[in-house]
């Protein structure tokens, strides 16, 4: 689609596609801090 209505579906459409990649990156990383041990700190019990 040529003209601004174009560009503006496009910037959109790339919004919405890259949304959820961002997300699952978040998750990913604050799955990963929970995971990292201090030293001196004991295993959680099971």
């Given at each position: 689609m040529p003209g601004p209505w174009g560009r503006l579906t496009s910037v959109i459409s790339?919004?919405?596609g890259i949304s959820p990649f961002v997300r699952l990156a978040q998750a990913i990383f604050a799955a990963a801090?929970?995971?990292?041990?201090l030293p001196g700190m004991r295993a959680a019990p099971r």
């Amino acid at each position: 689609m040529p003209g601004p209505w174009g560009r503006l579906t496009s910037v959109i459409s790339l919004v919405v596609g890259i949304s959820p990649f961002v997300r699952l990156a978040q998750a990913i990383f604050a799955a990963a801090e929970g995971f990292v041990r201090l030293p001196g700190m004991r295993a959680a019990p099971r």
